[in-house]
């Protein structure tokens, strides 16, 4: 396969429309074809990752697009389309929602609506390829444009389509020149105001709260709670923790904000007590996917252990027709902002190995070790990945 032809780089990106946003960031693109208020707080997370210049892993960048699906409301959530281009210049997509990607080198559709977590991919010919909002028919009478092309930043568009870089012209060449003059131009005005102005982002993006109508008559909705208002609920574990400057409740350990990225190293840190978050997601071999936000016991048949019929834990059940996995095999147990995972006894083990690794270490009976992100895991003969944002102490 020529790589060359096919990379993300290689492409000049077309945009079109004003309903979403769309982002360029060196090896990947994101999409979001339709923004609204409900949506802004988790399409700001989805832009911090797609221009955080410090993950350069395409696995670990969309493990933390996936993460981000479980850890919120599915209506909080906008549909949305990440290419990352990997080690091998590969591209990679993941589409969820109401989304539809076209593939004309594959003679296929993919919709996001189809599925009831998300699509994660490999594309080897990107020539062609659009993104639209899901059902939607996008014309494009000028779609050859060179001014349509966005080479970095983000603008407002509902709609892309990728196409091979003309010889002589190299992918966003032109839109080079017009982010040169907007380079002091911020992106603070989510959609409602969006201008089509290409604008320069820098590899740290700041972004501000705003109001999100151009309605003056709109009355402004009540801020969010923060760790220090937190909502009432009873099922929820209190713990101590520190507040960025923006508000995000973080492990009192972290040294950036896990929610914005905002460095937490020169803050003076007050304690607070605030609900506790998911800590962690488990990516099983099948495709599935667990949030960490309670104790678990994993194994074929986990509802009669006591911890569960007792309340203290939930059952996480493990299909295996090989019945390498025991019926209670495994518990999963938050302390604080540690998780940790310990064995129940099981047949065939629970072994652990950090990422990059090949060397595997068994539990012993009982023996609790605090996961960290990217580690592996294999209950028997099933294996998982346990990712975080949140960095073990």
């Known amino acids: 396969m020529n790589t060359e032809s096919t990379a993300l780089a290689d492409h000049r990106l077309l945009v079109t429309g004003q309903a979403g946003l769309v982002a360029r960031h060196g090896q990947r693109v994101l999409v979001i074809p339709q923004v609204t208020a409900a949506t802004w707080p988790q399409t700001e997370q989805l832009l911090q990752m797609c221009l955080d210049h410090r993950v350069n892993d395409a696995s670990v960048l969309l493990r933390r697009a996936a993460y981000l699906l479980t850890d919120a409301a599915a209506t909080s959530t906008p549909g949305f389309c990440m290419l990352v281009a990997d080690a091998d210049r590969q591209t990679r997509l993941l589409v969820h929602g109401a989304v539809q990607v076209d593939v004309p080198s594959e003679a296929t559709t993919l919709s996001g609506l189809d599925h009831l977590t998300w699509i994660e991919r490999r594309i080897a010919d990107l020539a062609g390829l659009r993104v639209t909002a899901a059902g939607s028919v996008v014309e494009h009478p000028h779609l050859a444009s060179a001014w349509l092309d966005l080479a970095d930043g983000v603008v407002a568009g509902s709609a892309v389509t990728l196409e091979p870089a003309q010889p002589g ?63 009432e609920d009873s099922s929820q574990v209190l713990v101590e923790g520190i507040v960025c400057s923006r508000g995000h409740f973080n ?34 071999d099948d ?37 390498g996995v025991s019926r209670v095999h495994a518990e999963l147990r938050l302390e604080g902002w540690r998780v940790l995972l310990a064995d129940r006894g099981s047949s065939n083990g629970t072994l652990v190995a950090c990422s990059g690794t090949d060397e595997w270490q068994r539990l012993k009976r009982g023996q609790a070790v605090e996961l960290v992100p990217g580690q592996h895991i294999r209950f028997g003969d099933r294996g998982a990945v346990y990712e975080s944002r949140v960095r073990g102490r």
């Open 251 to 284: 492990d009192p350990g972290a040294v950036y904000c896990t929610v914005c990225g905002i460095s937490m190293v020169q803050r003076t840190h007050e304690y607070v007590s605030g609900p506790r978050p998911p800590l962690g997601l488990l990516l099983f």
């Open 287 to 323: 495709g599935s996917a667990f949030s960490i936000d309670g104790n678990y016991i994993l194994g074929r048949e986990p509802d009669f252990d006591p911890a569960v019929t007792s309340g203290d834990a939930r059952p996480l059940t493990l299909s295996d027709p090989e019945n």
């Open 169 to 231: 012209l190299p992918a966003g060449k032109l839109a080079e020149r017009v982010t040169d003059n907007q380079a002091s131009a911020p992106m603070s005005t989510p959609p409602g105001n969006l201008t089509t102005r290409r604008h320069a982002i820098p590899q740290a993006p700041s972004f501000e709260a705003v109001l999100l109508t151009t309605d003056p008559n709109q009355p402004r909705q009540a801020p969010l709670p923060t760790a220090d208002q937190p909502e």
